[in-house]
T-cell receptor, first 113, second 113 residues
Framework: EAGVAQSPRYKIIEKRQSVAFWCNPISGHATLYWYQQILGQGPKLLIQ????????DSQLPKDRFSAERLKGVDSTLKIQPAKLEDSAVYLCASSLLGGGGAFFGQGTRLTVV | AQKITQTQPGMFVQEKEAVTLDCTYDTSDPSYGLFWYKQPSSGEMIFLIYQGSYDQQNATEGRYSLNFQKARKSANLVISASQLGDSAMYFC??????????FGKGTLLTVNP
C-alpha cells in the first residue's frame, strides 16, 4: 500500500514570494491533515479536511495561508506572501474516517530567506 | 478543547534497558484515541501505537506498550529493551470526537551504548 505522498521535499523562497505544497493521502483515507512543525516543537495543526470539507482551520493564518481538497483526495496548501517565520516543515497526514492511526508523509521543509 | 502534556523534554536510557515516556491529556470528549509517534533526525513521523479510550486492555506493538490509566488521564509509552535506533523525538497525540489530532511538545530520547 502506498503511503502519503508529499512534494516538494525541500523549498527555499524569498520573503513575500508565494509557495504551494501538494499532498496525496493514502487511498480511501477520508481525513487529511496539514501540520506546521517549527524546529524543536511539536506539530501544530493548520487545517483538517473530512473528504472535501473543512473540519477545523482555527489555527490557519487565513490572511496568507490557504488550502483546498477539491475532489476529496489530494490537497494543496499555499502560502502567499511568505514571511520569515513560516520557515518550518509542513507535514501532511491522513487517516480513515472511523479511527486508527494517522499516517504522515515525509514533509516539505520550507526555508524563507 | 484538547490538550496533551509531555513534561520530559529529554530522557536518557542505557541500551537494553526499559524506558517510560510520560504523557497526560485533557479532553471533554467521551470517546477519544491516544497515539505515540517517533520522529528520528531524518524528520519523518512514524506511527508507533494506538489506544482507544474504550479499550479494556493496554495496547502493545512489539517492544512498545502504552500504559493507559484513564482515571489519571495518562498514556505513557514504555519501550522495552532499548536499542540505539530508538534515539529520536517521541510525540504523544490525541484525537477527539471530531477527529482533530493534537500533539504534545515531545520528548527527546537518547539511548546510550
Amino acid at each position: 500500500e502506498a503511503g502519503v505522498a508529499q512534494s516538494p521535499r525541500y523549498k527555499i523562497i524569498e520573503k513575500r514570494q508565494s509557495v504551494a505544497f501538494w499532498c496525496n493521502p493514502i487511498s480511501g483515507h477520508a481525513t487529511l491533515y496539514w501540520y506546521q512543525q517549527i524546529l524543536g516543537q511539536g506539530p501544530k495543526l493548520l487545517i483538517q479536511f473530512q473528504n472535501n470539507g473543512v473540519v477545523d482551520d482555527s489555527q490557519l493564518p487565513k490572511d496568507r495561508f490557504s488550502a483546498e481538497r477539491l475532489k476529496g483526495v489530494d490537497s494543496t496548501l499555499k502560502i502567499q506572501p511568505a514571511k520569515l517565520e513560516d520557515s518550518a516543515v509542513y507535514l501532511c497526514a491522513s487517516s480513515l474516517l472511523g479511527g486508527g492511526g494517522a499516517f504522515f508523509g515525509q514533509g516539505t521543509r520550507l526555508t524563507v530567506v | 478543547a484538547q490538550k496533551i502534556t509531555q513534561t520530559q523534554p529529554g530522557m536518557f536510557v542505557q541500551e537494553k534497558e526499559a524506558v517510560t515516556l510520560d504523557c497526560t491529556y485533557d479532553t471533554s470528549d467521551p470517546s477519544y484515541g491516544l497515539f505515540w509517534y517517533k520522529q528520528p533526525s531524518s524528520g519523518e513521523m512514524i506511527f508507533l501505537i494506538y489506544q482507544g479510550s474504550y479499550d479494556q486492555q493496554n495496547a502493545t506493538e512489539g517492544r512498545y506498550s502504552l500504559n493507559f490509566q484513564k482515571a489519571r488521564k495518562s498514556a505513557n509509552l514504555v519501550i522495552s529493551a532499548s536499542q540505539l535506533g530508538d534515539s529520536a523525538m517521541y510525540f504523544c497525540a490525541m484525537r477527539g470526537s471530531n477527529y482533530k489530532l493534537t500533539f504534545g511538545k515531545g520528548t527527546l530520547l537518547t539511548v546510550n551504548p
